[in-house]
């Protein structure tokens, strides 16, 4: 009943006329970013905050938190259509999705993969709407070091989840806990690591180090590539699946949409991850198994459905715990942080409009996007047509344009060229650049809660192993990195 | 070919490595001079102390592990299709444009960096390049004083 009476709250406050704009500029933005290859949400989202400085919190978060589920509905569009996957979330999509087009197919598997998004990001507010609250009410009594413990858990299985070597992943990891140590140390109010530069004093900036490392990183990369796109035209009255489709593909979207939920609340997992799992269980549950790449329903069901449930999903620990379990979260922590908003236990009883209104834009969002992405994919498909040499161009300017107004400081364009490069570098090496954001955003708070643990226990470390939530958080993230050891030295071998 | 290609990749790998070392290496000594403070009472260079030395020692693994175990490295062939030309121009438009930003101003700035990137590195004919170079600043100075946008408009006044 609660819940119904706060949902109530939220409705009122995501169908103020203002929000409901907002609401839908965040997702027509988001598929729009979706289908464009070349800029993803995080790119994007960064790139908006500056714009958000005027507006209210809610509507901030409204209009950011759209770009995010609005990217994972788009992204399909481009994998069906041109096998160019818009979002890393949709990659798995094209396998199947590409080859029923080819097959004359396009209309269902597009209509597949808003429909099965819909009903995987419905079932995932439903989640958060119940699972928040309680969630945020036990945080309550959490103390620094359960704090420390769980985000150290957080950043070691994002590692472990990342693509590619967790090695490498631990690498970067600790690399943005070192980035994130420069400015101001807030104990002591030391400068650290600012070599005399005043704009260093409030540290490195988010919105430079992820455009660069997630915008200008990721545009240098796709220059290098070259593509012929062949498009897949389809027709309005073509997109419905049929009874066959849906009989095919039910059980694809109820598991697609358990795994997307359930990935989406872990750390480390979001969209991308739950996609290819749901694939590879959809692929291994299957009577047919060697049909999946051929164009099989299932292989676009089961993975839209989940990378929409985990989009929704993943707003769980970062508005009932603060702490963010992807990169797209610390950018939305980051945003909620410069509109005054501290995301934690806290954050449902001292701003229930703000988590309520959020929760019912999504449920708005989510009919928006059905509508946005069935009667006008055709505006879409002409969006593919226009060359990536127009856009590259476009997405710099506003980069710098972006970047610049943040602060109005030359030294974030000058980082952001910087962090694009380090971008680039590690796009090329493998190193995973998710891992280094996140760790930047967690780790001023990783610091304070240690130092404070540290002295609350006198200088013990065993605080974090005598404290049963902190002790689990360790025993997990020493299980992990063992896993990690041993699966190496096989390998090895 | 394969031995000479994996040989590169391998280096890559290698610079990669020494590169973390020494930055690592160099946050540490900053990290130290700062002071570590006690245990009880960590001081302003403790944490980041802890964690250069620990991605020096990580660093300093993969180093290890490259050297004794070469061909292991997952940038295989990773510079192979590198631009390296089209990355230098469009990092140094970048850079540029932040420059000149609030010497130029932001019109004239913006127009001379899509003018880089749509000529030369888009390689768009010369009128292509300027009208959109001209459209897009055009508009976008528009846009930003009709939102009230504090961007910096030169001696100009672009």
Known sequence: ?493 | MEHAGRSRANDAELYASVVLFAFAAAAGVGAYRLGLGSVHNPGPGFMPFATATLLALMALGQLVRVVVAPGRGSGAGAFATSRWGVVAIVLGTLFGTGVVFERAGFGIATFLMLVVLFGVVARKRWWVTLLSAALVAAAARFLSRALGMPLPEGPLGL
């Open chain 1, 1 to 493: 009943m609660d819940a119904l009476h706060s949902m109530m709250l939220g409705l009122g406050v995501a169908l103020q006329p203002a929000n409901l704009f907002l609401c839908f500029v965040g997702v027509f933005v988001g598929t729009l970013i979706g289908v464009l290859p070349g800029i993803g949400p995080v790119g994007t989202m960064s790139l908006l905050l500056p714009a958000t400085f005027h507006l209210s919190p809610v509507g901030a978060i409204i209009m950011l938190a759209g770009i995010y589920y609005g990217a994972q509905y788009g992204g399909s569009t481009t994998s069906i259509l041109v096998n160019i996957p818009g979002e890393a979330s949709s990659i798995v999509t094209a396998l199947d999705g590409y080859q029923m087009a080819r097959k004359g197919r396009a209309g269902p598997a597009l209509g597949m993969a808003a429909l099965g998004s819909f009903v995987g990001g419905t079932v995932g507010i439903v989640g958060l709407m119940l699972l928040a609250s309680p969630l945020a009410e036990a945080a309550l009594s959490f103390g620094p070091p359960e704090y420390f413990a769980l985000m150290c858990v957080s950043l070691v299985v994002l590692t472990f989840l990342s693509q590619g070597s967790m090695y490498k992943s631990l690498m970067t990891g600790l690399l943005g806990l070192l980035l994130s140590g420069v400015g101001l140390d807030m104990f002591t109010g030391a400068p650290r690591f600012t070599f005399g530069v005043n704009e260093l004093t409030d540290g490195i900036g988010l919105i430079p180090l992820v455009m660069g490392l997630f915008g200008i990183g990721e545009i240098l990369g796709n220059l290098e590539q070259s593509t012929t796109r062949q498009i897949y035209e389809t027709r309005l009255g073509e997109l419905l699946p049929t009874a066959g489709d849906w009989l095919a593909a039910k059980w694809s979207i109820v598991r697609g949409t358990v795994i997307g939920f359930f990935l989406g609340i872990l750390p480390g997992g979001g969209a991308v991850l739950s996609s290819f799992v749901a694939y590879a269980v959809e692929k291994r549950v299957s009577k047919y198994p060697e049909r999946f790449g051929t164009g099989v329903i299932e292989g676009v069901a089961a993975p839209e459905t989940a990378n929409n449930a985990a989009a929704q999903a993943s707003f769980i620990p970062l508005l009932s715990l603060g702490i963010p379990p992807n990169v797209v979260m610390a950018v939305l922590f980051g945003g909620l942080l410069i509109h005054g908003i501290t995301p934690g236990p806290l954050l449902i009883q001292q701003h229930p409009n703000l988590f309520w209104g959020v929760v019912a834009s999504m449920f708005v969002g989510n009919v928006m996007l059905l509508a946005l992405n069935l009667p006008l994919i055709g505006i879409w498909v002409r969006l593919l047509r226009v060359p990536y040499d127009v856009l590259f161009p476009l997405i710099l300017f506003f980069c710098v344009v972006g970047v610049y107004s943040v602060n109005n400081s030359r030294v974030d364009v000058y980082l952001m060229v910087a962090f694009g490069f380090v971008g680039y570098l590690m796009q090329k090496l493998g190193y995973a650049p998710a891992p280094l954001a996140l760790a930047y955003v967690l780790g001023p708070i990783l610091e304070t809660a240690l130092r404070q643990s540290l002295a609350l226990s006198a200088g013990s470390f065993a605080i974090f192993f005598t404290r049963p939530i902190a002790a689990a958080s360790m025993a997990v993230m020493a299980v992990l990195i063992a896993a990690q050891i041993v699966s190496e030295l096989r390998r090895h071998r």
